[in-house]
């Protein structure tokens, strides 16, 4: 037997298709098959399953067991819960190799997909189009797996509060926090979780629901934090923290309501760690401020640059042994004192850690850093065809001109009046533009370097798409 996917669903980072049109139980099947032939060739015998709340996931979940199963793997059943649960299960357990979590992320609701672990690392580029190869050949082991349920939410929560240790108690009592699971799957987590913490919290939208009827849960668009804002704002607590969809993005505001973007959550991440590991390397992605690797340079720690995208930055994180990676998209990663996988709950309780242990609010904190002024990301459609084609005309002009620019993802260009970022986007057909400077004239001139840029390969920086 041979199947076909989709050519739209098997993406750089994971699987990903809209139900019904492009995804649905057959490929849930066919990837389970996959995944399982892949797993055994390489000597494993166990995946642990988990899903998110889309109305969509326990009949992808209930396929792709069926595809695991007759490849001849066992199944542990973590159920609903937040990615990083699922990939607290495979990490944890001696006895599972691989994880797959069923999950549409922050997408709309008609979408769904699936988050892959193999072997304890990311399966993830060329692992994912293997799948795809094995399933149009048919070329998949038979075999008759088990499948069992494991209850590992009450561990996991547990394991996320040891981020606390060693943190002064009397430091803790009085704070107050505002939390907004968006009716994402972190909710259930995130209710037990709080119950354990020091301190008092509010708690919104924490029912699972796959129609996200509040908001849609993607912490990084600042419109999705109002409800927050206006809790922190009405009950005047120290900060407020937002999930995405599963859980392995955070989001956050200070006691203010100002944003505390990515790239500012992992300078005050770092202050924190590298105290404890000092000269430690931390890596954030093209799109982080310079405010970020200057400050870590500053605080004696080896800032590193790289590649956007959460499977390249774990696998970044493993070959340098850096105890901490960061994403302008929230994907906080900790492999100090933690497994180095993105966790929003975990970073979440670390953030709490930190201001505790540097002796500063939040608040504080945020008020410190450089005042930059940058874009959001700017997204813009281009053919799929022409995408990475622009980046290396780009380059190719670049390169007789004197720029000083960073090829590590895309172009990122450093002048005197701050940087320009453009990249083409691993899983849409969209080109990527980012800009920051210390003035607005300084960020109007940078603007123009990528306008002029696009004219000279025949595009202009049109319609912003998400």
């Not at 980046?391 to 002048?415: C, F, M, P, W, Y």
Request: glycine share 12%; hydrophobic share 40%; proline share 4%.
């Amino acid at each position: 037997m041979t199947y076909n996917f989709h050519p739209t669903v098997l993406r750089e980072y994971d699987i990903r298709g809209i139900i019904g049109e492009t995804l649905g139980p057959d490929d849930a099947r066919a990837i389970g098959r996959g995944f399982a032939t892949l797993l055994r060739r390489a000597g494993g015998t166990k995946v642990a399953v988990g899903y998110d709340g889309r109305i969509s996931s326990p009949m992808l979940e209930h396929a792709l067991i069926e595809g695991l199963t007759a490849s001849g793997v066992d199944v542990v059943r973590v159920g609903l819960g937040p990615t990083p649960m699922l990939y607290y299960a495979e990490a944890s357990a001696e006895d599972v190799q691989g994880g797959i979590q069923i999950t549409g992320s922050h997408n709309p609701p008609n979408y769904n997909g699936f988050k892959m672990v193999f072997m304890g690392r990311p399966f993830f580029g060329a692992d994912i189009q293997e799948l795809g190869r094995l399933a149009a050949a048919g070329d998949w082991l038979d075999g008759h797996g088990t499948s069992e349920h494991r209850d590992v939410m009450s561990a996991y929560i547990d394991r996320l509060c040891q981020g606390l240790a060693g943190v002064e108690e009397d430091r803790l009592q009085g704070l107050r926090i505002g939390w907004d699971a968006g009716n994402g799957a972190a909710g259930p987590a995130l209710e037990l979780l709080t119950a354990q913490l020091p301190g008092e919290h509010f708690l919104l939208f924490t029912e699972v629901d796959g129609n996200f009827p509040n908001h849609h849960p993607d912490p990084t668009e600042e419109k999705n934090l109002a409800d927050l804002r206006a809790l922190v704002a009405a009950k005047k607590l120290d900060f407020g923290i937002a999930f995405d969809g599963d859980g392995d993005r955070i989001g956050a505001i200070d006691g203010q309501g100002r944003v505390i973007w990515g790239d500012q959550l992992l300078m005050i991440y770092a202050e924190d760690l590298l105290r404890i590991e000092p000269g430690a390397t931390i890596i954030a992605d093209v799109k982080a401020s310079r405010a970020l690797f200057e400050r870590v340079a500053q605080l004696g720690g080896k800032p590193l640059m790289w590649k956007t995208g959460h499977s390249l930055i774990k696998s970044k994180m493993k070959e340098t042994h850096a105890p901490l990676a960061g994403e302008m998209s929230g994907h906080v990663f900790f492999a100090h004192d933690y497994y180095g996988f993105d966790d929003a709950l975990y970073a979440a309780v670390r953030l709490i850690a930190a201001s505790a242990r540097l002796g500063r609010s939040v608040t504080e904190l945020r008020d410190a850093m450089p005042q930059m002024i940058n874009t959001p990301e700017l997204r813009f459609q281009v053919d799929e065809s022409r995408k990475f084609a622009v980046i290396d005309e780009v380059k190719n002009r670049l390169a007789g001109s004197g720029a000083q620019v960073d090829a590590t993802d895309g172009v990122r260009v450093t002048t005197d009046d701050g940087w320009w970022l453009l990249r083409a986007s691993n899983t849409q057909d969209v080109l990527v533009a980012r800009a920051e400077s210390e003035s607005e004239r300084g960020l109007d001139r940078l603007m123009e370097q990528i306008d002029t840029q696009l004219a000279a390969s025949g595009l202009e920086r049109g319609p912003v798409g998400h």
